[in-house]
């Protein structure tokens, strides 16, 4: 058992099935007092009757008001999970740039700006931000995506370096692919790249814990994402043309 989160109470959105839905099923198990929550209300209720939590439904942006309701007053896990894996080029209409940017990056913004308040007074609180290796590094075909997956790591990052001192805990957790609707929904992109090694959403949850055991910030449910994320780093023009390389098969694949 993971002593920081026996008892806790806990938040995760976008929960009512996937990685969400494994790491409620994982903190539940850890002994915490878990918040399912989710757009689809049926999806949230049953997640939430399987491990003996409270089902609060709705759109993620704005429910911690509700949920540190549920939990008798108080948040100490928040799992900034809800996501849309939105694809297209810079020709994407407004609408699905406008949406991943809502749901990828401003619904952390949200809740972190209801969360902190409480947690920098009482010296402590604990932030998880589904990213994505595309926060990291990209994805082909799916600009709005990979844009906005960079700014949600972007923010963890930043909520980390600002108050680390203060007592919040950030974690990014930045898994390549994962076996959910997710992941079916990035098409034939999705085939080439993610779903050759893709993973199951427990070891996601089983890398979150780790990482939390181990206090880092940037979770790889992936380990080699450390060395792809490295190469980009050391020489960008070299990752650049083997990515466009990748871009030209999946092209050629029609």
Known sequence: MVEAVQGAGVV????????????????????????????????????????????????????VAEARDALGGTVDVYCANAGVASGGSEAAEEAVWALAWDVNV????????????????????????????????????????????????????????????????????????????????TGTAGDLVLKPTAIEPKDVADALFKGIEEDRFLILPHPEVSGYYEARAADPDRWLTNMNHLQQKWEAAG
Request: with cysteine.
């Open 106 to 185: 401003m619904a952390h913004v949200r809740a972190a700006n209801a969360l902190l308040p409480h947690w920098l007074e009482r010296g402590r609180g604990r932030f998880v931000s589904t990213v994505s290796a595309a926060g990291l590094l990209t994805m082909i075909g799916a600009a709005p995506y990979s844009v906005t997956k960079h700014g949600a790591y972007a923010f963890a990052e930043w909520l980390s370096l600002t108050y680390r001192h203060r007592g919040v805990k950030v974690h990014a957790i930045c898994p390549q692919g994962v076996r959910t609707d997710m992941l079916d929904a």
């Open 12 to 63: 995760v959105t976008g929960a009512g099935g996937g990685i969400g839905a494994a790491l409620a099923r994982r903190f539940a198990a850890e002994g915490a007092r878990v918040v399912v929550n989710d757009l689809d209300a049926d999806r949230a209720k049953a997640v939430a009757d399987e491990i003996g939590g409270i089902a609060v439904p709705g759109d993620a942006s704005g429910i």
